[in-house]
């Protein structure tokens, strides 16, 4: 059985020799939820229709050609991809702070140097995962792939590829 993936639809809106750039609509699920108005989730979104995001997309030797602008695409990413992720975004600076500021209070009996302590191991933590975006942007591992090209017919057919 092959590793779980999460796919999302988006539309092409540009592209390069070896990469298409897709726009997807983060959706909302507010409307099926029972408070409805009652929470602040539901206020922010009624401010907007959704949030926008541009995502480059590697074609993998594919040619840009067969995807044309403004047609919509199905792009997929590993799970593990994404769960690596969010832990090195969200972990990695809480844990670089509570380390940093463990090791000043230890050493230094000061609330307001562990306080900054904190504050420089948040900021280290910050770099660390900026590093990490660095040198991983260009890793196979952690690029979303086009799974699937929706052609505008009558019958919406989709064509899938060959993900490698």
């Given at each position: 059985?092959?590793?779980?993936?999460?796919?999302?639809?988006?539309?092409?809106?540009?592209a390069d020799d070896n990469a298409l750039w897709v726009e997807?609509?983060?959706?909302?699920?507010?409307?099926?939820?029972?408070?409805?108005?009652?929470?602040?989730?539901?206020?922010?979104?009624?401010?907007?229709?959704?949030?926008?995001?541009?995502?480059?997309?590697?074609?993998?030797?594919?040619?840009?050609?067969?995807?044309?602008?403004?047609?919509?695409?199905?792009?997929?990413?590993?799970?593990?991809?994404?769960?690596?992720?969010?832990?090195?975004?969200?972990?990695?600076?809480?844990?670089?702070?509570?380390?940093?500021?463990?090791?000043?209070?230890?050493?230094?009996?000061?609330?307001?140097?562990?306080?900054?302590?904190?504050?420089?191991?948040?900021?280290l933590g910050l770099m660390a995962v900026r590093l990490h975006?660095?040198?991983?942007?260009?890793?196979?591992?952690?690029?979303?792939?086009?799974?699937?090209?929706?052609?505008?017919?009558?019958?919406?057919?989709?064509?899938?590829?060959?993900?490698?």
């Amino acid at each position: 059985m092959g590793a779980a993936v999460i796919c999302e639809r988006g539309r092409v809106v540009a592209a390069d020799d070896n990469a298409l750039w897709v726009e997807t609509i983060q959706q909302s699920s507010c409307s099926s939820c029972a408070a409805k108005k009652g929470c602040g989730q539901g206020l922010m979104n009624s401010l907007h229709d959704g949030r926008r995001n541009q995502i480059r997309v590697a074609l993998d030797g594919q040619s840009a050609g067969d995807y044309p602008i403004g047609s919509d695409v199905d792009i997929a990413i590993p799970e593990s991809a994404l769960l690596g992720g969010a832990f090195v975004v969200y972990l990695l600076p809480l844990l670089s702070m509570l380390g940093i500021m463990a090791l000043v209070a230890q050493r230094y009996e000061s609330d307001g140097l562990a306080a900054l302590g904190a504050v420089l191991g948040f900021l280290l933590g910050l770099m660390a995962v900026r590093l990490h975006a660095w040198t991983s942007r260009n890793n196979p591992r952690f690029q979303p792939r086009v799974i699937g090209l929706h052609k505008a017919v009558a019958s919406d057919v989709m064509t899938f590829v060959d993900p490698r």
